[in-house]
T-cell receptor, first 118, second 113 residues
């Protein structure tokens, strides 16, 4: 069964509004969750690393005030796209690593969220 | 910075045949992990196989195997007895311990009946 639940799977919003995407670890505690963005026919680009109980670590070039990440519990991280614009339209995927997992623990991915900003 | 290169944007294979997807990476580290992920049209990322750099033996998972050449920094994926359900994007990925996963640009695999 699914290890990671990501919601919603699709969302359409108007320019200027905010959208929240949830990522839940269903089977284990996850101190670390990752948020990726994938443009059509391209690879996954890491946006930020979400750490439970502390601030997220953002990759270079990713606006932390635009992509708000909250990791309030060991099973839930949220990504909020604030004041969305059409160029934010993309596929967003979260991934989870077991808290007790070693360095070679694979990441478990959510099903992704297709965001369309009109 | 670590980079992962997949030189084949697209590959095709006949059903039941064997295909090899290429991946090279650049790192100055000696201890790391390599992965192949599959992304079918559903966009779900599925782990296919993984390899620890300290292990000389090539990883194998049923019809999937890798050819890991550490000195050459090469990590190719071989799919034997290809099935229609193998059609997908395949991403090679690298990471060190608890650090982030770095993906290649992917190879689109088509399986012809």
């Amino acid at each position: 069964g699914a290890v990671v639940s990501q919601h919603p799977s699709r969302v359409i919003c108007k320019s200027g509004t905010s959208v929240k995407i949830e990522c839940r670890s269903l089977d284990f505690q996850a101190t670390t969750m990752f948020w990726y963005r994938q443009f059509p026919k391209q690879s996954l680009m890491l946006m930020a690393t979400s750490n439970e109980g502390s601030k997220a670590t953002y990759e270079q070039g990713v606006e932390k005030d635009k992509f708000l990440i909250n990791h309030a519990s060991l099973t839930l991280s949220t990504l909020t796209v604030t004041s969305a614009h059409p160029e934010d339209s993309s596929f967003y995927i979260c991934s989870v690593r077991k808290a007790e997992g070693g360095g070679n623990s694979p990441l478990h991915f959510g099903n992704g969220t297709r965001l369309t900003v009109t | 910075a670590q980079t992962v290169t997949q030189s084949q944007p697209e590959m095709s294979v006949q059903e039941a045949e064997t295909v090899t997807l290429s991946c090279t990476y650049d790192t100055s580290e000696s201890d790391y992990y390599l992965f192949w992920y599959k992304q079918p049209p559903s966009r779900q990322m599925i782990l296919v196989i993984r390899q620890e750099a300290y292990k000389q033996q090539n990883a194998t998972e049923n019809r999937f195997s890798v050819n890991f050449q550490k000195a050459a920094k090469s990590f190719s994926l071989k799919i034997s007895d290809s099935q229609l359900g193998d059609a997908a994007m395949y991403f090679c990925a690298y990471k060190r311990s608890a650090e982030k996963l770095v993906f290649g640009k992917g190879t689109k695999l088509t399986v012809n009946p």
